[in-house]
């Protein structure tokens, strides 16, 4: 079978009305049953109650997103080529209100191998709001809810498919620790909604500056953590801390300048200074706390000299 078999605008003007409350049953439930007869790839009959595409301009296939087509071409082809009884799968269609996303589940009955015909029976289910649902729940569990950047959960599986990559090109991997400074100030002149907007801000500028190959993850309160990969020469690194710094002491419209803040970086390396997160992130850490312990709004190398701005 070459493509998809159109699975849709080929119904019957009439149905038995007994077939009404099936359909409208179906319908309500977000469900599709099917059954079709292929012979030598082509849909020679085909039967559907409760169908999502009969007010559909376009056929199954053609709604069917452009993203997910392959997979679920492959995966109907497997199914035939290998003789599978059944299968199941999640896709991406685009209907006239929109993107659905549906699952498909179905059962190969006969083979008749001397006409080269099968016949299939399955039905799908729309599974949006289920999907929703899942998304949501993830993105909860990985991203940080004020400021929409990873959090250390996400961090971590950020850190280990760039270790991956890195050992794969003998490559290296930055991370930075930052803390930001005198935040504690505005909580307590201003209040923490304006906080919260502020480290929305700080977010904001902090992926101004980064390159679209790198991460950056809030890990809670004011501290941020960014990852830089795969970069050629160490020499990037003080560069982008004292862009940083800069943008971040930069003035705040909210507020006054004798409450403008500033910004303490760690850095460690991997593999230099460890190869696992945890091991990274306490190293940039004991870094970040030598320089607030100094000067402040300035970065330093774990087992390094602090190099000035």
């Known amino acids: 079978m070459n493509n998809l078999p159109k699975l849709v605008n ?33 849909v020679t009959q085909q039967l559907e109650w409760g169908c999502h595409f009969k007010r559909n301009s376009k056929s199954w296939a053609e709604c069917i997103h452009p993203q997910d087509f392959p997979r679920v071409n492959e995966m109907y082809q497997n199914c035939l080529d290998s003789n599978t009884e059944a ?3 999640e896709y991406r269609v685009i209907l006239e209100d929109g993107e659905h996303w549906f699952s498909d589940k179905g059962q190969i009955l006969e083979i008749d191998r001397h006409t ?16 929703h649902r899942e998304n949501r729940l993830q993105h909860e569990a990985l991203f940080d809810p004020l400021t929409g950047l990873a959090n250390r959960r996400k961090l971590k599986q950020l850190f280990n498919q760039e270790k991956t990559a890195a050992q794969q090109r003998v490559g290296k991997i930055a991370l930075l620790f930052l803390d930001i400074d005198g935040f504690k100030r505005i909580n307590d002149h201003y209040g923490h909604n304006a906080g ?6 700080i977010g904001e500028r902090i992926q101004s500056i980064v390159r679209s190959g790198d991460h950056i993850s809030r890990l809670g309160g004011d501290e941020f953590v960014i990852l830089l990969c795969n970069w050629k020469t160490v020499e990037i690194i003080p560069r982008l801390c004292t862009r940083l710094i800069k943008l971040i002491s930069s003035p705040y419209p909210t507020i006054d300048q004798q409450h403008q803040l500033g910004a303490s970086i760690g850095i460690a390396l991997f593999p230099d200074h460890g190869v696992e997160l945890d091991m990274l992130l306490m190293r940039a850490d004991e870094s970040m706390y030598k320089v607030k312990a100094t000067e402040k709004n300035n970065f330093l190398f774990f087992q390094s000299e602090t190099h000035r701005n």
């Open 196 to 201: 919260d907007e502020i480290l929305c801000q």
């Open 10 to 42: 080929n119904y019957p003007n009439e149905k038995p009305d007994t077939e009404a409350p099936l359909d409208k049953i179906l319908t309500q439930l977000g469900i599709s049953i099917w059954e079709i007869h292929l012979c030598k790839g082509k």
């Open 116 to 131: 080269e015909s099968v016949k299939i029976i399955g039905y799908n289910q729309d599974i949006t709001l289920q999907k």
């Open 87 to 89: 299968f199941e799968i």
